[in-house]
């Protein structure tokens, strides 16, 4: 049977501890010294055990007074952080916006549009989590996330979605690469070309190796890994060519990998995701602008010349 300890006597034993006196814990609760007293002696009575020696008018804590002590303190911690998050609610400003969202575009989207978003919001806060497919999906048909971003152009259940983007693969090479010479590459200009692959279950290597067996074009496979950012620090080792989503492309080129236009479309899409069933986001429309902003480099670099007729 638990013992009839209340709040009011948790309250007054923190206040004495904390301020050291009968006569201050009075003060910080605005009650009178007598009151402290009978609470502090009904709570010690309730116990069955003394929390403070008493000498010369002073009160000494004991070692169960300190041990008792810590724990409240600890759950004072957990209660002033329920008030904060309380008060937080009211200011969109300090809310936490939840985004679900592709590995590869955490790596080579976000880290823009977040910065731009922040910097509009300097208050809020921010959670990416990357999730692969079908999961992200899952996610958020279960309602877990304020916003998803996900390359699957199909209805998530308890979702709506809008199409951000939707841009062609393209080709990645290393430094030095006697495909470089072309402005456009070929599923011809693979053939015998050693290549880096995605995963097997990865509907962009069904893709992939569909357009090069319809071409009749054996590539050399000695390499498969399961993320565009993989694939692409393998190519910059030398370790053969790849096709890749265009936003991870260009945020791993530089001098050791370089890109080219591929000449059959394999469109990447980019679509935003919204809970149906989860309260709204106050600030949930200004992330994904911020996303749409990040996308806009990628979108004007796909131009006519690297677009190909589609399959």
């Given at each position: 049977?638990?013992?009839?300890?209340?709040?009011?006597?948790?309250?007054?034993?923190r206040?004495?501890?904390t301020?050291?006196s009968?006569?201050?814990?009075?003060?910080?609760?605005?009650?009178?010294?007598p009151t402290?007293?009978?609470?502090?002696?009904?709570?010690?009575?309730?116990?069955?055990?003394?929390?403070?020696?008493?000498?010369?008018?002073?009160?000494?804590?004991?070692a169960?007074a300190?041990?008792?002590?810590?724990?409240?303190?600890r759950?004072?911690?957990?209660?002033?952080?329920?008030?904060a998050?309380?008060?937080?609610?009211?200011?969109?400003?300090d809310?936490?916006?939840?985004?679900?969202?592709?590995?590869?575009?955490?790596?080579?989207?976000?880290?823009?549009?977040?910065a731009?978003?922040l910097?509009?919001?300097?208050?809020a806060?921010?959670?990416?989590?990357?999730?692969?497919s079908?999961l992200?999906?899952?996610?958020?048909?279960?309602?877990?996330?304020?916003?998803?971003?996900s390359e699957?152009?199909t209805?998530?259940?308890?979702?709506?979605s809008?199409?951000?983007?939707?841009?062609?693969?393209?080709c990645v090479?290393?430094a030095?690469?006697?495909?470089?010479?072309?402005?456009?590459?070929?599923?011809?200009?693979?053939?015998?070309?050693?290549?880096?692959?995605?995963?097997?279950?990865?509907p962009?290597?069904?893709?992939f190796?569909?357009?090069?067996?319809s071409?009749?074009?054996r590539?050399?496979?000695?390499?498969?890994?399961?993320?565009?950012?993989?694939?692409?620090a393998?190519?910059?080792?030398?370790?053969?060519?790849?096709?890749?989503?265009?936003?991870?492309?260009?945020?791993?080129a530089?001098?050791?990998?370089?890109?080219?236009?591929?000449?059959?479309?394999?469109?990447?899409?980019?679509?935003?995701?919204?809970?149906?069933?989860?309260?709204?986001?106050?600030?949930?429309q200004d992330f994904?602008?911020a996303?749409k902003?990040?996308?806009?480099?990628?979108m004007?670099?796909?131009?006519?010349?690297?677009?190909?007729?589609?399959?």
């Amino acid at each position: 049977m638990s013992l009839p300890i209340t709040h009011r006597h948790i309250e007054v034993f923190r206040a004495v501890m904390t301020a050291g006196s009968v006569t201050g814990a009075a003060q910080l609760l605005f009650t009178s010294q007598p009151t402290i007293s009978r609470e502090l002696a009904r709570m010690e009575s309730l116990l069955g055990y003394a929390l403070f020696e008493r000498t010369a008018g002073r009160l000494r804590p004991t070692a169960r007074a300190l041990a008792l002590f810590d724990e409240v303190q600890r759950a004072y911690q957990g209660l002033d952080q329920v008030v904060a998050r309380a008060q937080s609610l009211g200011r969109a400003e300090d809310e936490r916006l939840r985004v679900l969202t592709l590995p590869a575009l955490a790596h080579a989207l976000l880290p823009d549009a977040s910065a731009d978003w922040l910097a509009r919001h300097p208050q809020a806060e921010l959670t990416l989590t990357p999730q692969e497919s079908p999961l992200l999906e899952e996610w958020m048909a279960a309602q877990r996330f304020d916003i998803g971003l996900s390359e699957v152009p199909t209805t998530v259940p308890g979702t709506r979605s809008e199409m951000l983007a939707e841009l062609d693969e393209v080709c990645v090479l290393p430094a030095g690469h006697r495909l470089l010479e072309r402005q456009v590459l070929t599923p011809a200009d693979f053939e015998g070309e050693r290549f880096v692959s995605l995963s097997a279950e990865d509907p962009y290597r069904r893709q992939f190796d569909a357009i090069f067996a319809s071409a009749g074009v054996r590539r050399r496979l000695q390499m498969e890994t399961h993320s565009a950012i993989a694939v692409c620090a393998l190519v910059q080792k030398n370790l053969g060519i790849a096709l890749v989503n265009p936003l991870t492309a260009r945020a791993c080129a530089g001098p050791d990998l370089h890109l080219r236009p591929f000449s059959v479309s394999v469109p990447f899409r980019i679509q935003a995701l919204w809970p149906l069933h989860r309260a709204a986001h106050a600030l949930t429309q200004d992330f994904i602008d911020a996303v749409k902003r990040a996308l806009a480099p990628a979108m004007a670099g796909q131009q006519a010349p690297g677009k190909a007729k589609r399959r």
